[in-house]
T-cell receptor, first 112, second 114 residues
């Protein structure tokens, strides 16, 4: 039973346009959400996070939106750059020292 | 500050063998988590150690085990290897295991079981 879902295995976007990566979760106890980026042959690196008390968090070109009622979050990258081409993992956890659960990932390709 | 170091980076084993993977966390980090990455499955949580104690455990069979030493270094062991154990095994550390913060990942150990 996958608690964190990323239904789009891949996404292609033109350079300069917006990339929107989606994530759905089933566990209503999750109260912290994170996005990680992974390049081939490297470990995932943290990108941005949001707690359940917020509905938006922004960091430069990256913005994460959280819709708790829909159990849905999305990552917006504006403008997209070729260097953003990577696999993006959505992750979630219940605070108080619980494990971090990852989704299956979405492979983003930004076309120059 | 050195990052998370995993050894070995690549290894090939045959079915029935056992394997031990090592992870050195970032200095000062006390929590170490292990994940298995396979195509299409994302990162599957194996277990998490904090101060030498297993604090969280995923849904993997007992063939998968781990431990953490007093210096926070961690090892994971897989016994009686199966073909399906072929995967990238990732280790991540964090300063105190609070999962409101980021995990710092190593580059992984790529295991191939023949």
């Amino acid at each position: 039973d996958q608690q964190v879902k990323q239904n789009s295995p891949s996404l292609s976007v033109q350079e300069g346009r917006i990339s929107i990566l989606n994530c759905d979760y089933t566990n209503s106890m999750f109260d912290y959400f994170l996005w990680y980026k992974k390049y081939p042959a490297e470990g995932p690196t943290f990108l941005i996070s949001i707690s359940s008390i917020k509905d938006k968090n922004e960091d430069g070109r990256f913005t994460v939106f959280l819709n708790k009622s829909a159990k849905h979050l999305s990552l917006h990258i504006v403008p997209s750059q070729p260097g953003d081409s990577a696999v993006y993992f959505c992750a979630a956890s219940v605070t108080s020292y619980d494990k971090v659960i990852f989704g299956p990932g979405t492979s983003l390709s930004v076309i120059p | 500050k050195a990052g998370v170091t995993q050894t070995p980076r690549y290894l090939i084993k045959t079915r029935g063998q056992q394997v031990t993977l090592s992870c050195s966390p970032i200095s000062g980090h006390r929590s170490v988590s292990w994940y298995q990455q396979t195509p299409g499955q994302g990162l599957q949580f194996l277990f998490e150690y904090f101060s030498e104690t297993q604090r969280n455990k995923g849904n993997f069979p007992g063939r998968f085990s781990g431990r953490q030493f007093s210096n926070s270094r961690s090892e994971m062991n897989v016994s009686t290897l199966e073909l399906g154990d072929s995967a990238l095994y990732l280790c991540a550390s964090s300063w105190d295991g609070t999962n409101t913060g980021e995990l710092f990942f190593g580059e992984g150990s790529r295991l191939t079981v023949l």
